[in-house]
């Protein structure tokens, strides 16, 4: 009879020729699940059963809105009035203007604040757990938020911008991987992305407060900065009830507090087995350790396979940068003004409508047609735009040519590419948004696009060629394909183990709906 049990993973369970019949199953031990028999339902009926699991990850993404705000602002504020008339500097004949020294230190603080968490964020929410992660991205925010309205000198505007990316740098970390532990895989895609939901809400109320205030109240920047209380206050309130994860608890081996925080999460679920489901974190975690055979460290992300993974990620943040995030984004006011739009503030607004309907495409559509496709076809995409955006430089748009201006507000919302919604690297950030592109729009204007469509398209080759589908995929499953070293591209037709596994005991105890079925058929009884 072949042993289900995957204790020891050090080589490829072998499922053929099983015997149904063979097969025990008194206890979630004796098979050892690693793939939820859950992945079977359908999408729409797995965002119906665990619409409660759902309720809690839009609840934790509320801290997003304070990143879409901030980022907003961050290029829209600086063109303010009374914001140049506080911050700024004479410059003779009483011509005000705000130092460039300080517009790109408070760019780069914002990315050293991130640098500062990214750090040793991990460190502390394995420590001390997600949930109180959470607390002390809400802590680093309400400390800026406070400077941000009290600010009156160019250095406590800084550290304002320190502070609110730490803050935000904690919501990239903490927030993507909570919504992944909790979610089932078939919706976990599509969760974990709606984070840009929430994020270009934050930016579009931004663009539309500072293009009415520079219409109505031109000297008053602080009217902007007094709404950002109000996400603040929803984060808190919202997160108090957000129940800690289970496999923080599980890591710990915790299993009662994991239970706990699991009837939270899924006490609603119709037949949820909970003993098979934490059965499945615990063989998961089982694995982990048995391949790193010592404690987590840094360098093991150099090592081995998760060099591979490393690189993927690196190459993915790295896109981001290269397909002009920050002309497009951080200085989108700026970027617009160059174009020659008559109102600048309209094109950033349009802007963030587009980025918001091209991010609910994309997270309606991750589970559905998968990750790999999406994000390398909008990245080709992307980098034809930019060689559009560095053309029409000669068109007339920086001219008065009003149509051409208007023409560029149609290509920048591909910006918003799948590709965006990864954590991106601050060390990257800190050199593309603060030093390099601010020098290269002003020499080169428009131009600019022809220097991040070079560098993007080895980018996107990369792309194509190691970057994998993990849609549907649990943690256990994407360990295994690494592990069996199989090329990207070939991810979404190669049969896992798990896969095999999960057929097997779904032949043997029923799949979910049977296995509802039998629970209230037993209850009638």
Excluded at 198 to 210: A, F, K, Q
Aim: hydrophobic fraction near 45%.
């Amino acid at each position: 009879m072949a042993d289900l049990t995957t204790t020891n993973t050090s080589e490829k369970p072998q499922f053929e020729g099983t015997h149904i019949d063979d097969v025990k199953i008194d206890s979630y031990d004796s098979y050892g699940l690693v793939k939820s028999r859950y992945d079977e339902l359908s999408i729409p009926r797995t965002l119906w059963v665990f619409k409660r699991v759902v309720l809690v990850s839009l609840a934790v993404y509320t801290g997003y809105v304070c990143e879409g705000f901030e980022l907003g602002a961050g290029g829209s504020v600086v063109a303010n009035a009374g914001f140049i008339k506080q911050f700024g500097t004479d410059h003779g004949a009483g011509v005000r203007a705000l130092d460039p020294t300080w517009l790109s230190t408070w760019s780069a603080l914002l990315n050293v604040g991130q640098i500062v968490t990214f750090t040793h964020i991990s460190w502390f929410a394995d420590r001390y757990g997600r949930k109180t992660s959470f607390y002390l991205a809400w802590l680093w925010l309400v400390v800026g938020c406070i400077f941000l309205n009290t600010a009156k000198t160019p250095s406590v505007w800084a550290l304002a911008k320190l502070c609110n990316g730490a803050g935000i740098g904690v919501l990239q970390i903490t927030c993507q991987v909570y919504v992944m532990e909790i979610c089932p895989n078939r919706i976990r895609g599509g969760m974990v992305t709606f984070q840009a939901v929430w994020s270009n809400i934050g930016g579009i109320v931004c663009s539309v407060m500072m293009q009415q205030l520079n219409q109505k109240h031109p000297d008053n920047y602080l009217l902007a900065m007094r709404i950002l209380w109000v996400p603040i206050g929803l984060m808190i309130i919202f997160w108090i009830f957000v129940p800690e994860s289970p496999w923080y608890h599980a890591r710990r081996a915790n299993k009662e507090a994991a239970m706990k925080a699991m009837r939270q999460l899924y006490g609603g679920v119709e037949g949820y087995d909970f003993e098979e489901e934490y059965g499945i974190i615990e063989k998961t975690i089982e694995h982990e350790r048995f391949v790193l055979e010592e404690a987590p460290k840094y360098i093991h992300i150099f090592k081995g396979l998760n060099l591979k993974r490393t690189l993927t990620v690196m190459i993915l943040a790295v896109s981001q940068q290269l397909a002009g995030l920050a002309i497009i984004s951080t200085y989108s006011t700026y970027f617009f003004s160059l174009a020659g739009l008559k109102d600048p503030f309209l094109g950033t607004v349009i802007l963030s409508c587009c980025n918001l309907l091209a991010v609910l495409m994309w997270s309606l559509s991750t589970d559905k047609l998968g990750r790999r496709i999406i994000i390398n076809s909008c990245q080709t995409l992307v980098c034809v735009i930019l060689f559009i955006v560095g053309g029409l430089y000669w068109t007339g748009a920086t001219h008065g040519n009003a149509a051409a201006g208007t023409a560029l507000s149609k290509p920048a919302p591909s910006h918003s590419s799948p590709t965006q919604s990864w954590v991106s690297q601050p060390e990257i950030e800190l050199t593309f948004h603060s030093y390099a592109t601010p020098p290269m729009l002003l020499a080169l204007s428009l131009k600019t696009g022809f220097v991040y469509g070079a560098f993007s398209i080895p980018i996107c080759i990369l792309m194509w060629l190691y970057l994998p589908e993990t849609k549907g995929r649990s943690a256990a499953e994407i360990d295994e394909l690494y592990e069996r070293k199989i090329p990207a591209w070939r991810w979404t037709k190669t049969v896992t183990a798990a896969e095999e596994q999960m057929h097997v005991v779904v032949q043997v105890k029923g799949g979910v709906k049977e296995a509802r079925h039998r629970n209230n058929a037993e209850i009638q009884a």
